[in-house]
C-alpha cells in the first residue's frame, strides 16, 4: 500500500482570504507533491456586489455576490493547485459591529462547539499533518476571522491529528514597507504608532517573534493571479495594483507563528512540513 501523502489544511474565512496569507504555501506544497485541503467558513455574501455595490446599497444581493464568489473561489483554488476545497457555508457576518454580525445564520453567531464539531469532522476525513489558520485576533480583527480562529483550535482539540499548527502572520518589518507602498500607490494612510495610541491595533509580530518563514517568491505569480481570480472584489484587493513583480518581492515569503509541535523540528524554521520528511 502506498504511503498517505502529507497534508496541508488551512482554514479561513472568506473566499479569497486563501490567497493573502497563504496562497504561496498552499501553491508550493501542492507543487511538492503535499495534498492540501482549504476550507472556507463563510459565503463572502458581505463582499461587493457587481459594479462594487457596497453591502447594505441597493441593488446589493448578498446570495447572488456568494454565488459569484463561490465561482471565483473556484477559479483561484484551481490557480493553486488546491486538491480539496470544503465549504462550511455559514453567512458573511461582515465587518466588527455591523447588523450581519447576528443576524440568523451568520458565521460570528453561531456557536463555536457546532462550527468546531463540523470542521473536526473534516480534519477526521482529511488526516492533515499541518493546520493553518488565524491567531486569536484574526490578524486584524475581522469577526469571522476571530471565529474561525476559535473552531479551529476548538476542533484541533476534538480530533489531535495535527502534528504541526500555526497561525499566519505578518514581521513588522514587512508591514511598515507595505504601509510605504500603499501611500506610493495614493492610499490615504494616517501615520499612526500602537504604542502611542491603544487604540490603534499591533498588525503582525515583531520579526524575532516569528517562528517560520516560507519562501515562496517562485509561486508569486501564481498568488497574484489567484487574487486576481476574486476580480468582483478587485477594488478591496489592493496588491493587484503592483503588478506581479512588485507584489512578488513584497509577498514572496509567507511567515507564520508555529503554535503546535510533535516532530521537535528546530525553531526558526523555513518549512512548513519540518520534521516531517
Not at 441597493?58 to 473561489?73: K, M, N, Q, S, T
Request: glycine residues 10%; hydrophobic residues 40%; aromatic residues 8%.
Amino acid at each position: 500500500m502506498a504511503e498517505r501523502p502529507l497534508t496541508l489544511m488551512a482554514v479561513h474565512a472568506h473566499p479569497d482570504d486563501e490567497a493573502t496569507s497563504t496562497g504561496g504555501v498552499l501553491a508550493r506544497y501542492a507543487a511538492e507533491g503535499v495534498r492540501t485541503v482549504l476550507v472556507t467558513c463563510t459565503d463572502g455574501g458581505c463582499g461587493d456586489g457587481p459594479g462594487g455595490v457596497k453591502p447594505g446599497d441597493p441593488g446589493h444581493d448578498p446570495a447572488a455576490v456568494a454565488a459569484l464568489r463561490r465561482r471565483e473561489l473556484e477559479a483561484s483554488c484551481e490557480v493553486l493547485g488546491i486538491g480539496h476545497l470544503e465549504l462550511l457555508g455559514y453567512a458573511d457576518s461582515g465587518m466588527m459591529g455591523w447588523p450581519a454580525n447576528t443576524a440568523p445564520g451568520s458565521f460570528w453567531s453561531t456557536p463555536v462547539d457546532e462550527a468546531a464539531a463540523r470542521l473536526a469532522e473534516l480534519m477526521l476525513r482529511h488526516r492533515p499533518d499541518v493546520v493553518v489558520t488565524y491567531d486569536e485576533n484574526g490578524f486584524y480583527g475581522h469577526p469571522d476571522h476571530i471565529q474561525a480562529h476559535r473552531i479551529t483550535m476548538a476542533a484541533l482539540a476534538l480530533t489531535d491529528v495535527a502534528s504541526k499548527v500555526y497561525w499566519t502572520t505578518a514581521p513588522r518589518s514587512m508591514m511598515k514597507e507595505f504601509g510605504q507602498v500603499m501611500r506610493e500607490f495614493g492610499e490615504d494612510l494616517p501615520e499612526l504608532d500602537p504604542a502611542e495610541d491603544p487604540a490603534v491595533p499591533e498588525i503582525g509580530l515583531p520579526d524575532e517573534e516569528i517562528t517560520t518563514w516560507v519562501d515562496t517568491t517562485g509561486f508569486g505569480g501564481r498568488k497574484y493571479d489567484s487574487l486576481a481570480a476574486h476580480a468582483s472584489q478587485g477594488e478591496n484587493i489592493f496588491f493587484l495594483r503592483m503588478g506581479k513583480e512588485r507584489f512578488t518581492h513584497l509577498m514572496g515569503v509567507e511567515t507564520f507563528v508555529r503554535v503546535h509541535d510533535t516532530t521537535g523540528a528546530s525553531l526558526p524554521e523555513d518549512d512548513l512540513f519540518a520534521g516531517l520528511r
